[in-house]
C-alpha cells in the first residue's frame, strides 16, 4: 500500500439459487485465498449471499432471514483478517426489500450500500422486488444499527486515497451513474458487483463501459460479476470480472469462468490526475457518509507490469498507428507555421542522426501539403572536428533523395578562428569545445535562413529538453522546434515508419542512420568511428524516458519510480544502474529548466510536453528533491 499500490480481487463464487449455506462456504473460501494472496479488497457478485436468479423467492421472509445469518457467518470469519470485503445481499428494511452491497471488515459490517437503478425491461424484472432509498438512513441488521442508502464512501483511516463506493450492475449503464457522484465525494475505488446476463455483444459493451466511467472519474473500478450455478431458466451469466485503473485495462477474466481476478492498483494515480485535471470538480455536496475502518499500511508485493517504453506502444499495429498519428500532427503544425508567415523556404541543419532526419521528412511532408516545391528546404551539413563519413554521407544521400537543396558549409576554419580569438586552446576538449561547434552551427543556420527570407527548424526532441542535453542558444534555439515533444525512444520509430513506406534509396539511407549510434559528434573521431556516444554520457535514453514519463505525467515521486522502474528493466539494468541514472536524470532535470524556459514554439504530439507556454511552468531555481 505504500507509494499508492493496493492488491484488489474480484471473485466469482460458484452459487446455488437460494442455498445460502453453500453460497456463503463459497464466498468465505473467496475472501480467505484472496487475504492469503496479499488483497486488501475483494468484490463479489451482485447478490451472491443468494443468487442473483431468486425470482420470487425473494419475497419468501424465510430466504431474507437466512440470507442475513449467512452474511453474519461471512463477517465473522474475516475477524483475523486484513481485507476489506463487499459482497451483494437482499436486505429488508420498513417492509422494503434493497439490492444491496454490503462492506465488512474485521468481523464487523460497516454499511449498505444500496442500488440506484432498478431495472424493469426486457429480462430484467427487479422492481418486482426491489425498491430505491433516495437518502442514507440506518437498518437494524443481526441486532446492529448499520448505516445504509445510496452515498457511502468507506475510507481506511491510516490512508485516506483507499476510500471504496459502490455501483451496482444497472448502475453503470445508467445515464449518470452513481459513481459520478461517489467519486466527486472523494472515492478513488468504485466498486461495480454485478449480475450483467451474456447475449451477443454484450461483453464488448460492458468492457468499454467500465473503461470509460474508470477513464471519466479517474478512478479505479472494479466489476464483479456473477456466473456459473445462476438459474438459466432464462439467462446465462458469464462471471466477467474486469478492474481498470483510470482507463487502463489492469486485468480481465475470461467470459464462462469462476475464480479471483487479481490487480495491484495505484489509487496514488488517480488522486495525481484528478489535481492536474481542473475540470474535475469536488462536489459541494454535505448528503454523503463516510465510514472508517482500519488496515495495516504494507508494502504490496507488486506483480503489476510497468511498460518499459511508455511513450512506445508494444503493438505493432498500435505502434503504427501512434507514428502516423504524431508524423501527422508534427507536419500540420509545421504546415500551419509556414503557411502563416507566408514564405516558401526553411533552413534545416543536417547532421545524419535521427533526429535531424526526422525533422528533415517533417519538413518534406509539410512542403508536399503546402503544394511547395521541396527545393525551398535549404538542408545544411556543416561538417567539423567530430563528423564521420559515415553519418555525412547518410546526410547528403538523404537531402538528394528528398529534392531539398543541399548546402555544405563546413565550420572548422571559423571554430577554430573562435577559439583563438576567446583564447581557448583547440587541442582542449572541453565544455567550450563542444560548444562552440553547436553555436557555430547555429548562427551558420540563422543567417542563411535570414539570407533566404525563411526560418530555422529546430532538430531537439523532448528527451534532450528534459536532460537539458542542447547547448544554450546553439542547437537549443531555432524557430520552430518540430520534435519538441517527441521522445528519443519514439523519434526511432517514426524514423523506421517513414523508412518502410519510403523509395529504395531514400530506404537504404534511413535504414543506415537507424543503425547509426546516437552521437552530437562533437569530438574527433578515432579511425573514421564514432567515439562520442551519447547514451554514455548521459545514459540509457529508455530508462530517462520512463523517468520523464512518470515524474512529469504522473507527478510520482523519485523513490516510486526507482521501484518502478526496477520492475519494468528486470533482467536489463541492475538496480544500482537504475539508481545511477535516475539520480543523474532528476539532477539535470531540475538544473536545465532555465533553457526549457525560453525554447522555440513547437506542437505538442502527446501526453507529456515542456513547453513553458503549455504543459510545463517550473521555477528555474527550483530546490532538487531528496527522494
Given amino acids: 500500500m505504500i507509494d499508492g499500490f493496493i492488491k484488489v480481487a474480484a471473485a466469482t463464487p460458484e452459487v446455488r439459487v437460494a442455498d445460502v449455506e453453500f453460497n456463503a462456504a463459497k464466498i ?38 437466512r440470507a442475513e445469518n449467512a452474511l453474519i457467518s461471512i463477517v465473522d470469519t474475516t475477524k483475523e483478517l486484513d481485507i476489506l470485503c463487499v459482497v451483494g445481499i437482499p436486505v429488508s428494511d420498513n417492509g422494503k426489500l434493497y439490492n444491496c452491497a454490503a462492506f465488512f471488515k474485521d468481523g464487523n459490517i460497516l454499511g449498505f450500500v444500496t442500488k440506484a437503478n432498478i431495472p424493469n425491461y426486457s429480462e430484467f424484472y427487479e422492481m418486482r422486488h426491489f425498491n430505491t432509498m433516495t437518502a442514507n438512513s440506518t437498518v437494524y441488521f443481526g441486532g446492529m444499527k448499520i448505516p445504509i442508502g445510496p452515498k457511502l464512501i468507506f475510507m481506511a483511516k491510516e490512508m485516506p486515497e483507499f476510500a471504496v463506493a459502490a455501483d451496482i450492475c444497472e448502475d453503470l449503464w445508467a445515464a449518470n ?85 487479481y490487480a495491484d492498483v495505484d489509487v496514488e494515480r488517480c488522486i495525481q490526475e484528478r489535481r492536474r485535471v ?68 526553411v533552413t534545416i541543419g543536417i547532421s545524419g542522426g535521427l533526429d535531424s532526419t526526422l525533422a528533415l521528412l517533417v519538413t518534406a511532408k509539410a512542403f508536399d501539403d503546402l503544394g511547395l516545391p521541396k527545393s525551398g528546404i535549404i538542408a545544411v551539413t556543416m561538417p567539423c572536428f567530430g563528423t564521420t563519413d559515415r553519418t555525412y554521407n547518410n546526410a547528403v544521400s538523404m537531402i538528394k533523395s528528398i529534392g531539398a537543396t543541399f548546402k555544405e558549409v563546413n565550420i572548422k576554419a571559423a571554430v577554430t578562428q573562435h577559439m583563438s580569438d576567446i583564447g581557448a586552446d583547440i587541442n582542449v576538449h572541453d565544455v567550450t569545445y563542444e560548444n562552440a561547434q553547436a553555436r557555430e552551427r547555429t548562427q551558420v543556420l540563422m543567417d542563411i535562413a535570414n539570407k533566404s527570407g525563411g526560418i530555422v527548424i529546430g532538430t531537439g526532441d523532448l528527451s534532450e529538453l528534459a536532460l537539458g542535453f542542447a547547448t544554450y542558444n546553439g542547437d537549443h534555439m531555432s524557430m520552430y522546434g518540430v520534435n519538441a515533444s517527441v521522445p528519443k525512444t519514439l523519434v526511432r520509430y517514426l524514423v523506421k515508419y517513414i523508412a518502410d513506406t519510403s523509395s529504395d534509396e531514400l530506404k537504404n539511407t534511413l535504414y543506415d542512420v537507424l543503425d547509426t549510434p546516437v552521437s552530437p559528434e562533437l569530438l574527433p573521431p578515432e579511425d573514421g568511428q564514432i567515439v562520442q556516444q551519447t547514451e554514455e554520457i548521459v545514459g540509457p535514453y529508455e530508462l530517462h524516458d520512463f523517468f520523464l514519463y512518470n515524474m512529469v505525467r504522473w507527478g510520482f515521486s523519485k523513490n516510486k519510480i526507482y521501484r518502478m522502474a526496477n ?23 531540475y538544473n536545465s529548466q532555465f533553457k526549457r524556459s525560453c525554447i522555440p514554439d513547437g506542437v505538442k504530439v502527446g501526453s507529456v510536453s515542456l513547453s513553458p507556454r503549455g504543459d510545463w511552468r517550473m521555477p528555474s531555481d527550483a530546490v532538487l528533491p531528496n527522494q
Fill in 28 to 65: 468465505k473460501r473467496c475472501i480467505t485465498k484472496a487475504e492469503n494472496n496479499g488483497a486488501k479488497l475483494i468484490v463479489l457478485p451482485e447478490l451472491a449471499v443468494t443468487a442473483y436468479t431468486c425470482g420470487d423467492l425473494f419475497l419468501q421472509s424465510d430466504l431474507i432471514k
Fill in 177 to 261: 451513474p452513481p459513481s459520478n457522484s461517489h467519486t466527486e465525494n472523494g472515492a478513488t475505488i468504485i466498486v461495480n458487483l454485478s449480475a450483467s446476463d451474456e447475449v451477443i455483444g454484450k461483453s464488448s459493451w460492458r468492457r468499454k463501459l467500465v473503461e470509460v466511467q474508470s477513464a471519466k472519474t479517474e478512478s479505479v473500478y472494479i466489476y464483479a460479476d456473477a456466473g456459473e450455478g445462476e438459474s438459466s431458466t432464462d439467462m446465462t451469466f458469464s462471471g466477467h470480472n474486469m478492474i481498470y485503473e483510470a482507463g487502463i485495462e489492469l486485468a480481465e477474466s475470461k467470459i464462462f469462468s469462476e475464480g479471483i481476478l
Fill in 278 to 345: 481542473t475540470t474535475f470538480k469536488n462536489s459541494d455536496k454535505n448528503d454523503y457518509q463516510t465510514i472508517y475502518f482500519n488496515t495495516a499500511i504494507e508494502k504490496t508485493n507488486i506483480s503489476r507490469k510497468f511498460d518499459m517504453r511508455p511513450f512506445v506502444p508494444e503493438n505493432d499495429d498500435n505502434l503504427r498507428e501512434r507514428c502516423e498519428e504524431i508524423f501527422a500532427i508534427q507536419y500540420h503544425g509545421l504546415k500551419k507555421r509556414l503557411k502563416h508567415i507566408g514564405i516558401n523556404t
Fill in 567 to 589: 520492475l519494468a528493466f528486470a533482467g536489463v539494468y541492475d538496480k544500482e544502474t537504475i539508481q545511477k541514472w535516475l539520480d543523474i536524470f532528476v539532477r539535470r532535470f
